[in-house]
């Protein structure tokens, strides 16, 4: 790993900081959850395979990505979760912050 010192300690201080330039995979990052339910699964691996779908994800507040989650995951169907998790990833790419027409997590 490259490293290098602080410009602002480096000049006669005795104590130096050093700063490591560490890259992590998307899949590393750390996800945000909602108030009540977590990322897991195809959801975090959707998330993390697409830049602009994970940054859309961390700009809206927990109560909303709360909202998207059990949106996802109230799905009874396997096609259908898919399906979800497709259209939300678009949908936040697109700015949109909460899923529509849906009434809302009931497990708040």
Partial sequence: MAERHHPLLSNGSSRRLVLRKESLS???KKISSGVVHEVLGDLKKALTSDPQVLTASEDITPLARNEWICWIESAKKAETRS????WGCS???DGKRR??????????
Avoid: D, F, N
Avoid at 83 to 86: G, P, Q, T, V
Avoid at 99 to 108: I, Q, S
């Fill in 26 to 28: 998307m899949s590393q």
């Fill in 83 to 86: 399906r979800r998790i497709e």
């Fill in 91 to 93: 949908s936040l790419k």
């Fill in 99 to 108: 899923p529509c027409c849906w009434p809302g997590c009931a497990h708040r």
